[in-house]
């Protein structure tokens, strides 16, 4: 059984400070690795993807892509009340290129 | 590009009934898929399209659901003699399956389903 797991939290931090989120996945030969942001009540929104190893950085948002150690982070830098929310790590299924698997999610709140 | 569109964004019925969902995927995207998620949960598969072929639809899904899309444009997702089980956020995502591109999804709002 394929698996992405991630903390459930709620990860709590102050406004402006660093949030860090990490994903671990059990299929060590996937490839394509995703952070979706889901706020309450809304659908997912596509907001990172990393394909190889180490970071890649948008904005306030990075990724880190660990390979060997089968895990992906997500950092959120400058961290605003309006990034709390949901964050779900989806992996794309290296036997069916056609499927995620993904996370619970991870909930974060950024307290003014 | 106006996203992915997915209508009605509320629906509530009675068990028994049947109701219809609508997408209309980004439009030069050529998969969709359909997704099923609950509260506390991450999305689960319940079907997929390339073009207009249905090309995998998820063991889990029973033989009350029913998904098309026809001409490879928009889609429909049928439910029929809903249960209480079925209420969720039913969600469309479509992408661009191309050699050499690495496929993203996008999501629409979704319907959320009620069934009372």
């Known amino acids: 059984q394929k698996e992405v797991e991630q903390n459930s939290g709620p990860l709590s931090v102050p406004e402006g400070a660093i949030a860090s989120l990490n994903c671990t996945y059990s299929?060590?030969?996937?490839?394509?690795f995703f952070w979706y942001r889901q706020y309450s009540g809304k659908s997912p929104e596509l907001i990172m993807s990393?394909?190889s190893n180490g970071d890649k950085e948008d904005g306030r948002f990075t990724a880190q892509l660990n390979k060997a150690s089968q895990y992906v982070s997500l950092l959120i830098r400058d961290s605003q009340p309006s990034d709390s929310a949901t964050y779900l790590c989806?992996?794309?299924?290296?036997?069916?290129?056609?499927?995620?698997?993904w996370g619970l999610g991870t909930s974060l709140a950024v307290n003014p | 590009d106006t996203g992915v569109s997915q209508n009605p964004r509320h629906k509530i019925t009675k068990r028994g009934q049947n109701v219809t969902f609508r997408c209309d995927p980004i439009s030069e995207h050529n998969r969709l898929y359909w997704y099923r998620q609950t509260l506390g949960q991450g999305p689960e598969f319940l079907t997929y399209?390339?073009?207009?072929?249905?090309?995998?639809k998820s063991r889990l899904l029973s033989d009350r659901f029913s998904a098309e899309r026809p001409k490879g444009s928009f889609s429909t997702l049928e439910i029929q003699r809903t249960e209480q089980g079925d209420s969720a956020m039913y969600l469309c995502a479509s992408s661009l399956r191309r050699v050499g591109i690495n496929e993203k999804l996008f999501f629409g709002s979704g319907t959320q389903l009620s069934v009372l």
């Open positions: 989806a992996v794309k299924d290296a036997g069916n290129n056609r499927k995620l698997i």
């Open positions: 299929d060590r030969v996937s490839q394509s």
């Open positions: 990393i394909y």
């Open positions: 399209f390339q073009n207009e072929a249905q090309l995998e």
